[in-house]
Every structure is written in C-alpha cells, then in structure tokens.
C-alpha cells in the first residue's frame, strides 16, 4: 500500500462520464456508480454507510475479523487510491449464516462520499 504521503492521483484509473457516481470526498475519485447501490440502512464507523455491490479507485487493507453490529465478519479497510483516505470496508466473509448476503461486497460510509448526479442542464 502507497504512504499516505505519496501522491496516488495517477493510480486513479476509472470514471464513468455522465453516469451518477459517489465519489471520495477528500480527493473527488469516482468509487462507485450510484447504480451499484444495494441499501442505504447499514452503519459504518463513523455513521451511516450504503452496502454496494462494487467499488472503483480503491484498495484493500489487511483482512481481519471485526465484530459489527450484525456479528463477526471477516473484513478488509477500503481506501481511496487517490488520497490513501479510509472510505469503508469489503465484506470477505460472513460467520453467521444470515449475513452471507454481504460477502464479496462493500460498505462505503456516506460521510465520505459525494453523490454526483451528473445532470446537465439543457441551454
């Protein structure tokens, strides 16, 4: 993983031109098509968080067994490729049977993102 001093805006590699996104707060990277959305209703570390089916622009830290509200998951920190800034977690694993629908899929905390709607205005 690059320091978080080190410049990585130029490992920012995909955007999606005219589609709504959510991207980073911090650095603006596209993370994620507002398409890929599953629910708003999750919670994160810092607050509400939306479970997606995908994310762009990220990295995963070390993989690690959490205790969340729902039960033990295995978990890895997401970051931002383009500021090194932590914007969720990707569920690896699931212990509990009726958790299983979040593997393979990310929580991205909604107080670092922006939605972008990508409307245009007609002149």
């Known amino acids: 993983m690059a320091s978080p001093t080190s410049d990585t805006k130029t490992q920012v590699i995909q955007t999606y031109e005219g589609h709504p996104t959510f991207s980073c707060s911090k650095?603006?990277?596209?993370?994620?098509?507002?398409?890929?959305?599953?629910?708003?209703?999750?919670?994160?570390?810092?607050?509400?968080?939306?479970?997606?089916h995908s994310a762009v622009n990220v990295k995963l830290g070390?993989?690690?067994?959490?205790?969340?509200?729902?039960?033990?998951?295995t978990v890895a920190d997401v970051f931002c490729v383009g500021?090194?800034?932590?914007?969720?977690?990707?569920?690896?694993?699931a212990a509990d049977y009726s958790q299983k629908y979040?593997?393979?899929?990310?929580?991205?905390?909604r107080e670092k993102l922006i939605k972008e709607n990508a409307w245009k205005l007609d002149d």
């Open 27 to 52: 650095c603006s990277a596209v993370i994620s098509l507002q398409d890929e959305l599953i629910s708003k209703a999750f919670s994160g570390r810092d607050g509400r968080g939306f479970l997606m």
């Open 62 to 73: 070390r993989r690690e067994e959490r205790s969340l509200l729902t039960g033990v998951h």
């Open 83 to 93: 500021c090194n800034d932590r914007v969720g977690w990707y569920y690896h694993k």
């Open 102 to 109: 979040k593997e393979g899929k990310y929580l991205l905390e």
